[in-house]
């Protein structure tokens, strides 16, 4: 595996342990609040012991605790919202690619249209409309990001669709379903594995940047974003609760962006115009 | 040529009339304006007239069609917190977000190209190693981070920069390179990857070979055949930067329409809102077909196809 592959497959691996092994791996509860030691630097110690590794917010809650936490929203909604465009997206491809020139244009037309709002002024009209919620947030990305893996799927059903395989399925009188299950899907994993995962550090950036907002995850709940948020107002005199859950996003985001290159590396070169 | 002028502009009039048809259907989830727009203790009969005033008492089809024929003479809607049409509240912010997002656009452009062109040049150089770690901390910094950063340096610690407003032209440089970071890395990565694409070409070899001096081979052979996924790609980043204003507007409290949206979602002032995701995404659509047609220019076999 190149370095490329192991550095971004070692992010990720990091931060699904941390969010499935977060309440035995933090040091503190994230939530209990240590005002005695409000806005303590890092390695600060903690009234009650423990030391806050990276400080600690304006509530004196410990922000390494809050980190680990905040995998948990960052890789549910990443993966709820590209798991749902990609169940929209790629029967919305095939039955492009495979069905009648109508439903073809018709997919087109309306990738085109989703593709042309831009994707955080959408969630802040859903938003606006639904209420700030993870769930929502999952379905703002969804409504939105169907349309790039519709594309895509649609670009290699292109190709597919003239193989002799593929034809000779159709001469054998196999059903388009089945054909499209048994024979075509599989020859799109890979691909679509790139789009998922420039897909999960894109819904991951936006994720963070609408809790940024205030409009995603609610306050009560530790994630990356919202961390910012607050950091914000401390940005003069608390530098480590702006630096932290950055790092922490821009990392993740990282990880995704090496294993989709990683897989792409590894598929045919000339996939690369599709995949772009 | 014509014939791809005339598809072009038929598929912006489409793709405008789709997104209002979108705003439309959230417009009716959004439920009952009244309940925003009257005081708690109106009475039934206060409710109903206003419902009435606003036209919302029609069947929806009829609405829909006088939303789209209202749309086309510029009313889309009243914003609930100012109570004044929609459209002129967000002409008035426009300017800012334009001026934000073309100079973060000029900055990347002027950045990337020259960078992206000296790391195809100096292949598996340090020049090219740097290029390339710049463009993966480029796209994967969040903008609004960056922003914060940025404010943490330049105006919190070493006083250079103001951090906030839109006084004078200072008070755009951390803004617009801020907005800028993320684009710079993708026009990057693809002027390196073009350049290295056309550089290996059989005519560049020829001209090389016929002796031509390299800074013609570089800009008429090389850099000529790169632009159009260049530019192509430079289009379509727009849509990112205008959406990545909202988030740097609020950082910087920059008088734009990003911010404009934000407070509006924050007074729940709905109209105000879907006006600015409207006005945002004609400008997108109009953008993109202006640079379709550029490229079309530039590469007979698009217009062809």
């Given amino acids: 595996m190149s370095k490329k592959g192991l550095v971004g497959f070692g992010i990720l691996f990091l931060v699904i342990v941390a969010a499935i092994t977060a309440p035995w791996i933090s040091p503190f509860d994230p939530n209990a609040q240590d005002i005695i030691n409000s806005l303590a630097a890092p390695l600060a110690e903690g009234s009650e012991g423990g030391i806050h590794l990276l400080g600690t917010d304006r509530l004196g809650q410990d922000v390494m605790s809050r980190i680990i936490y905040g995998t948990r929203v960052s890789l549910t909604v990443a993966f709820g919202a590209v798991g749902v465009s990609a169940l929209i997206g790629i029967p919305l491809g095939l039955a492009a690619g495979f069905m009648n020139r109508t439903i073809e244009s018709l997919v087109l037309v309306a990738t085109d249209i989703v593709l042309s709002i831009p994707f955080i002024l959408l969630a802040l009209v859903l938003m606006s409309v639904l209420g700030a919620s993870l769930t929502n947030l999952i379905i703002a990305f969804a409504v939105v990001r169907w349309a790039q893996f519709a594309r895509v799927t649609y670009s290699l059903s292109l190709e597919l669709r003239e193989k002799e395989y593929v034809l000779s399925c159709k001469a054998a009188g196999i059903s388009l379903p089945r054909t499209l299950a048994v024979h075509v899907l599989p020859n799109m994993v890979g691909p679509l594995m790139v789009v998922a995962t420039l897909e999960l550090a894109y819904a991951i950036l936006m994720e963070s940047g609408l809790s940024f907002l205030g409009l995603g995850a609610p306050p009560e709940t530790p994630s990356w974003g919202g961390m910012l948020q607050e950091g914000r107002n401390e940005l003069d005199t608390a530098w480590w609760l702006t630096a932290a859950p950055g790092i922490a996003i821009m990392a993740t985001a990282i990880g995704y962006n090496f294993v989709g290159d990683w897989i792409r590396d590894r598929l045919d070169p000339r996939l690369q115009g599709v995949l772009r | ?305």
């Fill in chain 2, 1 to 305: 040529m014509l014939t791809y002028l005339a598809r072009r502009s038929l598929l912006v009039i489409v793709t405008i009339t789709g997104v209002m048809t979108i705003l439309f259907g959230l417009q009716k989830l959004a439920g009952d304006p009244t309940i925003f727009l009257l005081p708690p203790e109106a009475t039934e009969t206060e409710r109903l007239n206003l419902l009435r005033q606003l036209g919302l008492d029609r069947p929806l089809i009829i609405q829909y069609i006088s939303f789209l024929t209202n749309a086309a003479t510029g009313n889309i809607g009243l914003s609930w917190k100012y109570n004044q049409p929609a459209l002129p509240i967000v002409l008035e912010a426009f300017p800012a977000t334009i001026l934000l997002a073309t100079s973060a656009l000029a900055f990347s452009i002027l950045t990337a190209v020259p960078l992206g062109i000296l790391a195809a040049l100096r292949r598996d150089t340090w020049v090219d190693t740097f290029a390339s770690g710049i463009a993966v901390i480029g796209q994967a910094m969040p903008v609004y981070w960056s922003g914060l950063l940025f404010i943490l340096l330049f105006s919190t610690t070493l006083r250079w920069l103001p951090s906030m407003g839109s006084e004078g032209w200072l008070a755009l440089i951390l803004p617009a390179i801020t907005l800028g970071l993320n684009t710079m890395a993708r026009i990057m990565r693809i002027t390196r990857s073009s350049m290295l694409d056309v550089l290996g070409q059989d005519y560049v070899r020829t001209v090389r070979a016929k002796g031509i001096p390299e800074y013609t081979i570089l800009f008429k052979h090389g850099l000529r055949n790169a632009a159009v996924p260049i530019v192509a790609l430079i289009g379509l980043q727009l849509g990112g930067l205008l959406g990545g204003a909202v988030l740097i507007e609020t950082v910087f409290s920059w008088p734009g329409v990003g911010r404009l949206a934000v407070n509006a979602v924050y007074s729940r002032d709905f109209p105000l809102v879907q006006s600015v995701a409207l006005m945002v995404t004609i400008t997108f659509s109009l953008v993109n077909m202006f640079v379709d047609i550029l490229c079309a220019m530039l590469n007979p076999q698009i217009r062809l196809n």
